[in-house]
């Protein structure tokens, strides 16, 4: 049996939420021998590095340094808990790779469900700065040995397709090391092993794997690593058809995670199959969560427009799953975006305090018949 029909969920996360007392419970149960504090968020709270494997391609990968990208730690409880129950496979991968895996580079995020950490920094935008305690603890450990590899665990929005129709539900990147984005060696090395887990998910999740910008961020961390010598290659997990709390992304991530891992120790920093990268179709901004058609507003004048709207996710304090509020994004002619949800209010009524509905506010009318 392969490794995507032997998964399985780490049942001990079953939510998207994940509250960082209780990871840190679980490695601290489950994974002592394993783990090593590397340092404390702004808040005190730990940052736990997991090291697993005995071989000689060493691997970095860090998940959550954007606090509310979940899937790459689940991806990796996931993984783990697979790998257990696969023996051979678990031989395998482990003998040939050394893999650092830092849990929840920003905990302080993690906790209040936010992108930034506690003081408001974006830790992917301060790699030249750090202006954020948690930076620091990523780029010692990245000095603290020679790394053939890294993986810069992210996820993206739900306004990704890969083809304006299939959610980008996977998407990659070999990020550039400069603005002309030159394809040097080290991206060529990305790109192989991006390219061998599209060979493998193409057949899973076929027009679901996209290709992530290339354009150069000069003070994002993976731009910044890979121009130092580091070959770095980015994740984002992104939208599944009806399934907000990305559980089927988990699982296509703990793939995509297993898959990269085996194609690093197969390629072994060869390049062979990197121009397959080059077949992956790009991200296009194409969607919605939903969009309104047709609404006729209670204006004095006939107005009959389209209503986009998108969903923020939202943690309140004690509960255990994050929610899902509606804002509305874009008022007027939308037909060159589509929604995940397309509801039509022809003939319908809108009902709302205001005559017409706010930009960037929650939603507040409701579509009667
Ligand atoms: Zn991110």
Redesign the pocket.
């Known amino acids: 049996m392969n490794f995507e029909q032997l998964y399985q969920q780490n049942l001990d996360f079953p939510n998207r939420y994940i509250s960082p007392e209780k990871l840190f419970s679980y490695l601290q149960t489950n994974l002592s021998d394993h783990i090593q504090e590397i340092g404390k968020s702004y808040l005190e709270k730990p940052i736990f590095k997991l090291t697993v494997g005995t071989g000689d391609i060493n691997i970095l990968a860090w998940s959550q ?2 606090g ?2 979940s899937n790459a730690t689940h991806a990796m409880l996931d993984l783990l808990m697979t790998l257990d129950k696969a023996p051979e496979l678990k031989e395998e991968l482990l003998t040939k790779i050394k893999l650092d895996f830092i849990f929840m580079l920003n905990p302080d995020g993690s906790e209040r469900w936010t ?1 930034l950490n506690a003081v408001d920094i974006d830790l ?1 935008r301060d790699f030249h700065n750090e202006s954020s305690k948690e930076i620091k603890f990523l780029k010692s450990a990245a000095a603290s040995k020679k790394y053939d590899y890294a993986l810069n665990l ?3 929005r739900t306004i990704f397709t890969t083809d304006g129709i299939h959610p980008a539900t996977l998407s990659f990147l070999a990020p550039s090391e400069d603005y002309e984005r030159t394809v040097t060696d080290n991206r060529k090395k990305c790109m192989a092993v991006i390219a061998e887990v599209y060979n493998h998910l193409k057949e899973l999740i076929p027009n679901q794997i996209g290709r992530y910008s290339d354009e150069f961020y000069p003070t994002s961390t993976g731009d910044n690593f890979i121009k130092a010598g580091m070959p770095t290659i980015l994740f ?1 997990g992104g939208h599944f058809v009806d399934d907000y709390t990305r559980k089927g992304t988990r699982k296509y991530y703990t793939i995509a995670l297993y898959y990269a891992l085996k194609a690093i120790r197969k390629l072994n920093s060869d390049i062979e199959g990197w121009e397959t990268y080059l077949d992956i179709p790009e991200n296009r901004e194409t969607h919605y969560d939903i969009v309104y058609r047709n609404v006729k507003l209670n204006t004095d004048h006939e107005c009959i427009l389209d209503v986009a709207v998108q969903y923020r996710e939202m943690r309140e304090e004690g509960k255990d799953e994050i929610s899902f509020v509606p804002f509305v994004m874009e008022v007027g002619d939308v037909k060159q975006k589509k929604g995940w949800l397309e509801i039509d209010c022809t003939g319908k009524k809108f009902v709302s305090a205001n005559k017409y509905p706010k930009l960037d506010a929650e939603v507040n009318f409701k579509i009667e018949d």
């Open positions: 340094m954007h509310n990208e992108r992917n992210h996820e993206q984002e």
